[in-house]
C-alpha cells in the first residue's frame, strides 16, 4: 500500500477533505488522521479458542481415587503411569479440575468415560453472557 499522496508506504489512514485515504505518517498532516484503521490489513478476525467446555462426571473424582485404591497405587504412582507430575493425581483428588489431555489420558487408563455430555445447545449458552429466561423471570 502506497501513500496516496508522496508514494512512501502508507501506514495509516487520513480523512483529506473528507476522502479517506491512505497515507504515510508524514502526510497524515495533510488531513485528519483516522487512528482507528491504523492497521491498513483486515481486522484480524479474533481467535478466541474457547476454553473446551467440557463437564466432568459427578463422581469423577470418586471414580478415580475408586480406580487407585482398587490397583493399590499411591497418588504419585497413578500420576507416574499418566506420565504427570508427581503431584496431578492429589490435585485432582482435592477436586482440581484437569484439563481435557489429563482427563483422555486418565479414561484410557481406566477404561471409562469421565466426561459428561454438555448438549450443545447449553454450551453455547454458557459462553453467552446476554440475558437469560432466569434474569429476565429476576427482573419482573
Ligand atoms: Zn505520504
Redesign the pocket.
Given at each position: 500500500m502506497e501513500?496516496v499522496?508522496?508514494?512512501?508506504e502508507?501506514v495509516t489512514r487520513a480523512e483529506v477533505d473528507g476522502v479517506i485515504l491512505d497515507?504515510?505518517a508524514?502526510?497524515t498532516k495533510y488531513g485528519k488522521e483516522i487512528r482507528k484503521v491504523v492497521i491498513i490489513e483486515p481486522k484480524r478476525k479474533e481467535i478466541v479458542i474457547p476454553e473446551m467446555d467440557y463437564v466432568l462426571k459427578e463422581d469423577f473424582v470418586k471414580i478415580v481415587k475408586d480406580y487407585r485404591m482398587k490397583k493399590g497405587l499411591t497418588q504419585e504412582q497413578l500420576s507416574a503411569l499418566l506420565k504427570e507430575k508427581a503431584s496431578i493425581v492429589k490435585k485432582i483428588e482435592e477436586g482440581w479440575m484437569p484439563p481435557l489431555s489429563i482427563v483422555s489420558k486418565l479414561e484410557r487408563l481406566i477404561g471409562t468415560n469421565l466426561l459428561e455430555t454438555v448438549p450443545d445447545a447449553q454450551t453455547k449458552r454458557k459462553d453467552n453472557t446476554s440475558v437469560t429466561l432466569g434474569d429476565l423471570v429476576n427482573m419482573k
Open positions: 501513500c499522496l508522496c508514494g512512501k502508507a497515507v504515510c508524514e502526510c
